[in-house]
């Protein structure tokens, strides 16, 4: 996976095209559209990973060098909406995936993101959790989950990292988080993206090329 570093003005030198106006097909897609009707982050991380694989297979296919810096990839579409929910999470969410995808194409590795967010997304309703009636607890925990998830499958201790839902502890923001549904809608969105952040940590091998970009 080629590792980007992250920062507040990520590029959203990003921009919009005709389609991101457009009815977006994802939150009808099975196994996953409920969990992009409820997390502007997971749905972000979708469309980054789509945009960022097919940019990874063309440059590879070119014979070109990997990109290392988000500012390469200037022109892409984020495709945001207002109805999808924060933006600034949308857009972490696009970078991750960005992040992700770019890695597998370039790679040569399979479009995994639909099984992974099919997988992450089973059995979620569509419809908020009690004491969660915007989903802001529940994005926000499979925001932080994801990056958790990610950072402790490249730790090095993968052996200790949960490899299903009910294995991983939910971690509360402390004192934030008062009522015991809020804490609920929280930490299901915490699990899941804990995994899915630990499915990209994996993604990781001794045979591919890590690049880190300068910051």
């Known amino acids: 996976m080629v ?15 005709a389609q991101a ?21 997971a749905h972000g991380y979708r469309h980054g990973y789509e945009a960022g694989y097919h940019v990874g297979n063309v440059d590879i296919n070119m014979a070109r060098g990997p990109r290392t810096k988000f ?16 933006k600034k999470s949308f ?8 992040e992700a995808g770019y890695g597998d194409g370039y790679s040569g590795k399979m479009f995994r993101a639909v ?9 979620l309703n569509a419809s ?9 607890l529940f ?3 499979v925001t932080l989950g994801y990056q958790q998830g990610l950072a402790a499958s490249r730790s090095g201790t993968t052996h200790t990292v949960p490899t299903g839902m009910d294995s991983v502890k939910c971690s ?20 899941r993206g804990f995994l899915l952040g630990r499915s990209d940590g994996l993604d990781l091998s001794p045979a591919q090329i890590l690049l880190e970009a300068s910051k």
């Open 71 to 86: 500012k390469e990839f200037k022109g892409l579409p984020l495709g945001y909406e207002r109805s999808f929910g924060p």
């Open 172 to 191: 509360l923001p402390a004192g934030r988080i008062r009522q015991a549904e809020g804490q609920i809608s929280y930490c299901d969105g915490y699990r």
């Open 139 to 141: 994005d926000r925990g």
């Open 3 to 17: 590792k980007f570093v992250i920062s507040v003005a990520i590029v959203f030198a990003l921009t919009f095209s």
């Open 115 to 123: 099984d992974t967010l099919h997988m992450i997304g089973e059995s």
């Open 91 to 98: 857009e972490l969410g696009f970078a991750l995936g960005l």
């Open 21 to 41: 106006r457009e009815h977006d097909g994802h939150l009808n897609e099975p196994g996953a559209g409920a969990l992009f009707t409820r997390s502007a982050f």
């Open 128 to 136: 908020p959790g009690r004491g969660d009636p915007d989903n802001t």
